[in-house]
T-cell receptor
Framework: AQTVTQSQPEMSVQEAETVTLSCTYDTSESDYYLFWYKQPPSRQMILVIRQEAYKQQNATENRFSVNFQKAAKSFSLKISDSQLGDAAMYFCAYRTLNAGGTSYGKLTFGQGTILTVHP | EAEVAQSPRYKITEKSQAVAFWCDPISGHATLYWYRQILGQGPELLVQFQDESVVDDSQLPKDRFSAERLKGVDSTLKIQPAELGDSAMYLC??????????????FGPGTRLTVL
């Protein structure tokens, strides 16, 4: 079974600064997806960024980018020019690519990191 | 923009009572998921549907939980009887099986359950 670990329960950053959230995972599969989701207080979870394991190039979405280290099974999220609206719980998640298994489609989440943005 | 709908948003019940949660996925999304999120933790899958069929309910406590998606559209998750440990956020998500978004899950706002 896959596991996802987020070792930082809480992080804080000053507005306009850069912050990096860490995530490690354990899997025996070679093909999979990794995601970062954002869950603002009392609001629904939304996708921030996605990385396909077979792609060597790190994904970027505007101010959000990842550092994907497949051999180290590490998947960190960098938020540049942090904004007050970035304050939320951030979850790292893993999804298998195996369409034949019953776990296809299932997301395995880490414990989450609470990000506070100071003005 | 289409969204996943869930109701109720909040539910308070006493232990041993029955509760039910409803989810309406984004139109056309064949895959539907129910997750349970205990406060301060990440969501964990309870059950996954492909159309009206269950494809994964390995983590669903079947002695008290049931889920159905009779017409392959909306879904109901039921707990009977509720226990104190069931207090959590219940999240519904849906995803398409084709197209550029087929690897993305779209989440609803959740139902916050408190069992007294």
């Amino acid at each position: 079974a896959q596991t996802v670990t987020q070792s930082q329960p809480e992080m804080s950053v000053q507005e306009a600064e850069t912050v990096t959230l860490s995530c490690t995972y354990d899997t025996s599969e070679s093909d999979y997806y990794l995601f970062w989701y954002k869950q603002p207080p009392s609001r629904q979870m939304i996708l921030v960024i996605r990385q396909e394991a077979y792609k060597q190039q790190n994904a970027t979405e505007n101010r959000f980018s990842v550092n994907f280290q497949k051999a180290a099974k590490s998947f960190s999220l960098k938020i540049s020019d942090s904004q007050l609206g970035d304050a939320a719980m951030y979850f790292c998640a893993y999804r298998t690519l195996n369409a034949g298994g019953t776990s296809y489609g299932k997301l395995t989440f880490g414990q989450g990191t609470i990000l506070t943005v100071h003005p | 923009e289409a969204e996943v709908a869930q109701s109720p948003r909040y539910k308070i019940t006493e232990k041993s009572q029955a509760v039910a949660f409803w989810c309406d996925p984004i139109s056309g999304h064949a895959t539907l998921y129910w997750y349970r999120q205990i406060l301060g933790q990440g969501p964990e899958l309870l059950v996954q549907f492909q159309d009206e069929s269950v494809v994964d309910d390995s983590q669903l406590p079947k002695d008290r939980f049931s889920a159905e998606r009779l017409k392959g559209v909306d879904s109901t998750l039921k707990i009977q009887p509720a226990e104190l440990g069931d207090s959590a956020m219940y999240l519904c998500a849906s995803s398409p099986t084709s197209g550029s978004k087929n690897n993305e899950q779209f989440f609803g706002p959740g139902t916050r359950l408190t069992v007294l």
